[in-house]
């Protein structure tokens, strides 16, 4: 099982990237992905997240300072997850993970309560980041 993040490089601010996370060794159509991110100095903190559905209807989730700038999307015939970063920050200055096997339930009730996800699966998978710099 293998998540591999690309796209990031170094942009101006208000610039926009799309990043990539392509799966292997197993299919992750049918669960939840998302993209966490880590600037120097801090935590890894999650940032969004995509849910699966039967009826192709994925639900997304974003924490308030990306939201309405940051869209996730998924192709799942290609097992691909992607990150359009619109407007970029100074402070969007990270490396940028991907992971599966999130848990919806856990997020929502992160996002309704103000505080961090941190997932408590230790079997998740991670993906290798790729750095995002953000010039002022």
């Known amino acids: 099982v293998q998540l591999q993040a690309s796209g990031g490089g170094l942009v101006q601010v208000g610039a926009s990237v799309r990043l990539s996370c392509v799966a292997s060794?197993?299919?992750?159509?049918?669960?939840?992905m998302g993209w966490f991110r880590q600037a120097p100095g801090k935590k890894r903190e999650f940032i969004a997240a995509i849910d699966w559905n039967p009826w192709n209807d994925d639900r997304t989730y974003y924490v308030d300072s990306v939201k309405g700038r940051f869209t996730v999307a998924r192709d799942k015939a290609k097992n691909t997850m992607y990150l359009q970063m619109n407007r970029l920050k100074p402070e969007d200055t990270a490396v940028y993970y991907c992971?599966?096997?999130?848990?919806?339930?856990?997020?929502?009730?992160?996002?309704?309560?103000?505080?961090?996800?941190?997932?408590?699966?230790?079997?998740?998978?991670w993906g290798v980041g790729t750095l995002v710099t953000v010039s002022s």
């Open positions: 060794g197993r299919t992750f159509s049918s669960t939840t």
């Open positions: 992971a599966a096997d999130l848990s919806v339930p856990d997020i929502s009730t992160s996002l309704k309560l103000g505080v961090p996800y941190v997932p408590t699966n230790s079997k998740i998978p």
